[in-house]
């Protein structure tokens, strides 16, 4: 088991959007919550390639041009696109300074699974089916590397310090927020975009089904990503974030023991962030539908946080999102205290467990948005969210 | 903040296999390359690699299931499992204590990806064996150590292709350094992948038959693979425990060039040499050695060396490149060139820069250490790491006297 503690800051979440089945932007994402409104399209006619399944909770029109224009977005595998229009609109709800002067001390860490795995198939398709094996795509040969939705959102914006790309699955979200936590706090960056990004395509559609034989779990895709900064930093100079990452803590086991390593992942996690359990009004899970390590997920919250909390699963409005789903847990919970006032200062949980034995937990401390973006009425009143 | 050092060396590589023989082979100038076995190079114009041929994961690991890991996890739990034995870490005492594994990496489990293709072509979608979509995460490296080693600590994959190791090494000097770890594995592994080949002979960067860094007429990279992994420790636990101790982890940079996707930029390596100096609390002029980068590529090379010469000034310390005996492992190369750099540092030599023959006037007056180890008395190691993506990565080494 590891742990923010020894010196790692409080994370400030300065700014966030998400690309999602549910909603684009802070503010979409929120209102998707708000009203409990679950993804689910057709997606029959994404691909040539057959699909296992005519419907997901894929993003078919999604259009990367739509956001950034057209120039430069041609020939974009989908991951890199939508990390491309997240971490924009994630620069543009921050008022952190990003220009050209702080760009060298500007960050990005972003989650994936293992990148554009259909990119890397197709690069790969090619060598077997082209008359000759070399007779590869270069252009798309930086996107079967699994770093280039980071480092091409690096380029974009302009982002000159850290640029990691941490492969974690499941566990991607709490990954992100650790690795980010360490580099903030040592020095290496003041300002990190950390979040992750998931693509849909046959490939992941028909793993998928293999994984999640004898259930019915819809995939996702999207991207959601955080501005995150010292809070302690962001304080001093006036500024309110809109949210504070307490801590995290996660470690591994073997699979047959996820429910242990998640409670004590949540405990150490609660321990660190000076909470006691009685004070965590819920918990954003990973849980998407299939029974052996939902039964663990559920099995470590319980025992670490007893029955009180609400249960918050956002799987049910995006799908299974892999890499994506502890950042769209994330942004969930800043959704319900977008939409309810009543939770202004209150802390939740988010937990993540991986098939591989896995576990872990962060700490979540949310707040009411400051100024004219604050929110408009109660949770479920029906009014809009800005 | 503790001191961190490096006290176990896990090398699973095309040139050797355990610290013993991967540093004999290095200062042997030993080559790795040899014709590619793991898929049909026929139909490719340039047909070598680094494939670690006598790669036998079931004689290093005690206690992964083969069958269920992708060659990428294995060459990862293999060169950790080496690196703890070489370490003299009683295992029990390692999974009793504070300890996880960062492992970085490239292409992860592209072999399965690949393996996949070949069955989707083959028979179509419906024919995918089932039980492979589960070894496709690139997080099962790291997971493939902390399982071999029972180790109960965070295991993180950091994919950010061919400088991984070193960010590798930084994130675990940083848990160990502030007490939030106690003991880390830190690495990185790859695997030779078809597509891989194919992509770097389409950029025209792949050499014919061997690599040559630094060499007017260098012409490209040998793609290769292996697992390399480092065991950190805080230095008063190594003394506690009469460890051997190989070098200190004064500290690294990182930075992104934020320029372009696969060219390196000069100013984004300079600026990263810089950070890792200040980190690292040395000058240039502290730097007796600079493991290179050094892929073999006219880009690159020109580019590191421009780097060097613009924060070093025009009489650098020597660069020498280990991807002149290995090819390039990617994700593996950087924490290979660490564990070439610490063989060095103990046994007093620079790994050399082999096949190397005619000096490019443009890389000015850098000294690539041509073709034999040069004995030397080396305190301070500079390992560089670059990749696509401009994500550039440096640790620093320091010798503890």
């Known amino acids: 088991m590891s742990s923010t503690r020894a010196g790692a800051p409080v994370l400030a979440v300065t700014g966030w959007s998400a690309v999602s089945p549910v909603g684009t932007g802070a503010a979409g994402f929120t209102e998707a919550v708000r009203e409990g409104r679950a993804g689910g399209a057709d997606v029959s006619g994404m691909f040539d390639a057959p699909l296992p399944s005519d419907r997901a909770h894929a993003i078919p029109d999604f259009r990367a041009a739509d956001h950034l224009g057209r120039k430069g977005t041609r020939h974009l595998d989908r991951s890199t696109a939508l990390a491309l229009v997240a971490t924009k609109l994630a620069l543009e709800s921050t008022d952190a300074a990003v220009d050209d002067d702080t760009g060298g001390r500007v960050g990005l860490v972003l989650g994936t699974t293992a990148g554009s795995i259909r990119t890397t198939s197709e690069f790969s398709r090619d060598t077997l089916v082209e008359e000759r094996p070399y007779l590869v795509n270069p252009v798309m040969f930086p996107s079967a590397t699994i770093n280039c939705p980071a480092g091409r959102s690096a380029i974009w914006h302009g982002l000159r310090g850290v640029n990691a790309t941490v492969a974690g699955g499941q566990m991607a979200g709490l990954n992100v927020l650790r690795y980010g936590a360490n580099l903030i706090g040592r020095g290496h960056v003041d300002v990190l975009l950390a979040g992750a990004v998931e693509e849909f395509s046959p490939h992941m559609a028909w793993g998928h089904r293999a994984l999640t034989d004898g259930y019915d779990v819809p995939l996702g895709e999207g991207a959601a990503v955080f501005v995150v900064e010292d809070a302690d930093r962001v304080r001093a100079r006036g500024r309110t974030p809109e949210a504070e990452v307490l801590a995290s803590a996660f470690g591994t086991g073997a699979p047959e023991d996820t429910a242990r390593t998640l409670e004590a992942g949540i405990v150490r996690a609660l321990r660190l962030a000076g909470v006691d359990a009685d004070e965590v009004w819920g918990v954003a899970t990973g849980e998407h539908g299939v029974a052996g390590l939902d039964g663990a997920e559920d099995a470590g919250v319980r025992a670490a946080l007893g029955d009180g909390p609400v249960r918050v699963r956002v799987k049910r409005l995006v799908g299974e999102c892999n890499s994506a789903s502890g950042p769209f847990q994330l942004a969930a919970l800043l959704a319900h205290h977008r939409s309810d006032p009543g939770l202004d200062g209150r802390v939740a949980v988010l937990t993540s467990v991986s098939s591989d034995g896995a576990a872990g937990a962060a700490v979540v401390r949310g707040h009411r948005l400051p100024g004219p973006s604050a929110p408009a009425g109660p949770h479920g009143d029906g009014e809009a969210v800005a | ?401």
């Open chain 2, 1 to 401: 903040m503790r001191r961190v050092v490096v006290t176990g060396l896990g090398p699973v590589s095309n040139v050797g296999t355990g610290a013993a023989a991967f540093g004999a082979s290095v200062r042997a100038g030993r080559s790795g390359v040899s014709p590619i076995t793991s898929f049909d190079a026929s139909g490719f114009p340039h047909r070598n690699a680094g494939e670690v041929r006598d790669f036998a994961p079931e004689e290093l690991v005690e206690r992964l299931d083969t069958a269920e890991w992708g060659r990428s996890s294995l060459f990862a739990a293999a060169a950790a499992r080496l690196a703890v034995a070489d370490a003299g870490l009683d295992p029990d005492a390692l999974s009793r204590a504070e300890s996880g594994s960062v492992m970085g990496t490239t292409s992860g489990e592209s072999q399965i990806i690949e393996r996949l293709t070949e069955e989707e072509v083959a028979g179509g979608w419906e024919s995918l064996s089932p039980h492979l979509p589960r070894q496709v995460p690139a997080s099962r490296l790291a997971y493939a150590v902390n399982r071999e080693l029972g180790l109960t600590g965070e295991a993180m994959t950091l994919a950010t292709a061919c400088s991984a190791g070193n960010y590798a090494i930084g994130y675990a000097y940083d848990l160990v350094r502030s007490g939030a770890a106690d003991y880390m594995l830190a690495g990185g592994a790859d695997s030779v992948l078809r597509w891989a080949h194919a992509g770097f002979f389409r950029l025209g960067a792949v050499a014919e038959d061997v690599s040559s860094p630094f060499d007017r007429d260098r012409s490209g990279i040998i793609t290769a693979e292996g697992g390399a992994a480092l065991v950190l420790e805080s230095l008063d636990g190594a003394l506690a425990r009469g460890a051997r101790v190989y070098a200190e982890v004064l500290g690294y940079g990182l930075n992104c060039d934020a320029d372009h996707m696969v060219s390196p930029n000069p100013a984004g390596i300079a600026e990263c040499m810089r950070r890792a100096h200040a980190n690292a609390g040395i000058k240039p002029g502290d730097v007796d050695y600079i493991c290179a980068h050094g892929t073999g590529t006219p880009a690159n090379d020109l580019a590191e060396a421009t780097a060097v010469l613009d924060v070093f000034g025009d009489s650098p310390p020597p660069i020498s490149s280990v991807k002149s005996m290995l090819g390039h492992t990617m994700g593996a190369s950087s924490a290979f060139g660490a564990i070439a750099s610490l063989i060095g540092m103990r046994e007093g030599f620079l790994p050399p820069t082999t096949n190397f023959s005619t000096h490019d006037p443009a890389l000015g007056g850098i000294d690539p250490v041509p073709n034999e180890a040069r004995p030397a008395d080396v305190r301070i190691v500079q390992n560089n790491g670059f990749a696509f993506g401009g994500n550039n990565a440096i640790t620093v080494f320091g010798r503890v006297s």
